[in-house]
């Protein structure tokens, strides 16, 4: 069983930067992902991390979003940069087993944490 736990949303104004962080038990999994949910749109994905290190971002958040994680604080974290309004939305932490481990692919994705709100404001 994999448990989830994110933490670090919040309010800022367009152009700052938050940090996301989600702690997990176990964080050793082949694949780990932020994803995204706005009011009234669909689930996107934002970012993944293979237990490789490789990573994959959706276009609208390269450059400014990074994706890590931290073995030993068994952490995974997502630093936003250069925040715009239309990255409000809730933010999940998730986590899968299986190939492959893409933003696009999110029904591989089995455990999914609780969430973080992220709202910037112009």
């Known amino acids: 069983q994999v448990q989830l736990v994110e933490s670090g949303g919040g309010s800022v104004q367009a152009g700052g930067s938050l940090r996301l962080s989600c702690a997990a038990s176990?964080?050793?999994?082949?694949?780990m992902g932020w994803f995204r949910q706005a009011p009234g749109k669909e689930r996107e994905g934002v970012a993944t991390i293979r237990s490789d290190g490789s990573t994959t971002y959706t276009d609208s958040v390269k450059g400014r979003f990074t994706i890590s994680k931290d073995n030993a604080k068994n952490t995974l974290y997502l630093q936003m940069h250069s925040l715009k309004p239309d990255d409000t939305a809730m933010y999940y932490c998730?986590?899968?087993?299986?190939?492959?481990?893409?933003?696009?692919?999110?029904?591989?994705?089995?455990?999914w944490g609780q969430g973080t709100q992220v709202t910037v404001s112009l």
């Open positions: 998730a986590a899968a087993g299986l190939p492959p481990c893409d933003y696009a692919a999110p029904g591989v994705f089995k455990y």
């Open positions: 176990p964080l050793y999994i082949y694949c």
